[in-house]
């Protein structure tokens, strides 16, 4: 954890800057520095508004919570390979049926 001093605008920097969000924020920001501040591409440093950038973070954060369920999806489809062998012995509708188990566990919001 990073503690100083240091204050872009009325962005003060406790723990390091949240890249991401100042990224969204501020598409101009081309290189963010954690201990000198966000700069546009001609060297300028942008002034950074703590509040634009928690409204950022949470756009990014609610976009990774709307495809939680793609993730969790994922993780516990069979592989390609297993999917098609259970096609070819099973049939396709035993292979529906375990791919629908896996959707209804982990449906869409």
Do not use: C
Request: glycine letters at 6%; aromatic letters at 12%.
């Amino acid at each position: 954890m990073r503690f100083n001093n240091n204050t872009y605008g009325d962005y003060n920097l406790i723990m390091g800057l949240d890249h991401d969000a100042i990224r969204s924020a501020y598409p101009e920001a081309v290189t963010i520095d954690d201990g000198t501040g966000a700069f546009d591409i001609n060297g300028k440093q942008l002034t950074l508004d703590s509040a634009k950038v928690t409204a950022a973070r949470k756009v990014l954060d609610d976009a990774w919570a709307a495809t939680e369920y793609q993730r969790k999806r994922k993780e516990e489809y069979p592989s390609w390979e297993d999917q098609m062998d259970k096609i070819y012995h099973s049939g396709i509708d035993a292979w529906k049926a375990d791919i629908k188990a896996i959707k209804d566990k982990y449906p869409k919001p």
